[in-house]
């Protein structure tokens, strides 16, 4: 496929778990976006990442939060001691040279804390 | 800093209406701006990018404008159908480089036959 593609599609886990969202970008876009959104609202800017260049972290909400992108392609957001507050659908999106060209998205990982 | 609004925060309207959706952007130095369709439960889809060289682009029954001087795009809907029902998302990059997506909160559109 040529687009985005995000996984798991649906996650369920227990308040305090671990889980790791995965990304995949379109192949030889240098740039890859996580956003999060919440039940009825808008999107929240998460973490940016660039061909090389250290990613713009500074949506990330706590230290829960990490992420990282291997070989400049795929991305893996990763939430520590998973928190109700947590539940939302976790979107990826890439564009070959960031946010000058256009943005693709995938369909998003649903994350549900139980 | 950017900041994105979109106004309405939604319209209903009956078949066959044409439609104007409205974003306005605090930082008027972009390099373009984007508009996007989220239906229920889904992804976001790309409608179109406007370069901020670029006046306006369309796309079928779609025609996006951008007027960086008075920090406004808008997004015209032509001829509405049922099928048009969804969330318009404006984005607009993040000031002075390229980087992150700013995104408004969406127009929530419902087209009535």
């Known amino acids: 496929g040529a687009g985005v593609s995000q996984s798991p599609s649906n996650k369920v886990t227990e308040k305090g778990k671990d889980v790791e969202l995965r990304c995949d970008p379109i192949s030889g876009h240098t740039a890859l976006y996580w956003y999060r959104q919440s039940l009825g609202q808008g999107l929240e800017f998460l973490i940016y990442?660039?061909?090389?260049?250290?990613?713009?972290k500074s949506g990330l909400p706590s230290d829960r939060f990490s992420a990282e992108r291997t070989g400049g392609s795929v991305s893996t957001l990763t939430i520590q001691r998973t928190q109700q507050e947590d539940s939302a659908v976790y979107l990826c999106?890439?564009?070959?040279?960031?946010?000058?060209?256009?943005?693709?998205f995938g369909q998003g990982t649903r994350l549900t804390v139980v | 800093k950017q900041e994105v609004t979109q106004i309405p925060a939604a319209l209903s309207v009956p078949e066959g209406e044409n439609l104007v959706l409205n974003c306005s952007f605090t930082?008027?130095?972009?390099?373009?701006l984007q508009w996007f369709r989220q239906d229920p439960g889904k992804g976001l889809t790309s409608l179109l990018l406007i370069q901020s060289s670029q006046r306006e682009q369309t796309s079928g029954r779609l025609n996006a404008s951008l007027d960086k001087s008075s920090g406004r795009s808008t997004l015209y809907i032509a001829a509405s159908q049922p099928g048009d029902s969804a969330t318009y998302l404006c984005a607009a990059p993040f000031s002075g480089g390229y980087n992150k997506l700013i995104f408004g909160a969406g127009t929530r559109l419902a087209v009535h036959p």
């Open positions: 990442f660039q061909g090389n260049s250290a990613p713009d």
């Open positions: 999106a890439s564009s070959l040279r960031g946010s000058n060209t256009e943005a693709f």
């Open positions: 930082d008027s130095a972009i390099y373009n």
